[in-house]
């Protein structure tokens, strides 16, 4: 069965840390893109990050420096450490995996950052 799951999510005061991850299955992971993407209420769906299978990483202007993809391809994995949290952080975090022919899409995990 196909399918992303991610974890990780949850309520962090401004200038806290979250790790999220996302475990793939059924898939031939290695070979996909993997990203995070999130949505604010009321905003459009936006990259925050994407780790392709062997090119650069590229990251939204808005996380550079605080924000941290990384891939597991032994573990099936994707991680995403978000460090110094703003509250315009605050939305749903999506794990995307893309391939030929492909788009794969978890089911989100919640992000709060408020005081």
């Known amino acids: 069965q196909v399918q992303l799951v991610e974890s990780g999510g949850g309520s962090v005061q401004p200038g806290g840390s979250l790790r999220l991850s996302c475990a793939a299955s059924?898939?031939?992971?290695?070979?996909?893109?993997m990203a995070w993407y999130r949505q604010a209420p009321g905003k459009q769906r936006e990259l925050v990050a994407v780790i392709p299978r062997d090119s650069d990483i590229t990251y939204a202007d808005s996380v550079k420096g605080r924000f941290t993809i990384s891939r597991d391809n032994a573990k099936n994995t994707v991680n995403l450490q978000m460090n110094s949290l703003k509250p315009e952080d605050t939305a749903v975090y999506y794990c995307?995996?893309?391939?030929?022919?492909?788009?794969?899409w978890g089911q989100g995990t919640q992000v709060t950052v408020s005081s």
């Open positions: 995307n995996a893309k391939g030929v022919g492909s788009d794969l």
């Open positions: 059924g898939i031939r992971f290695s070979i996909y893109a």
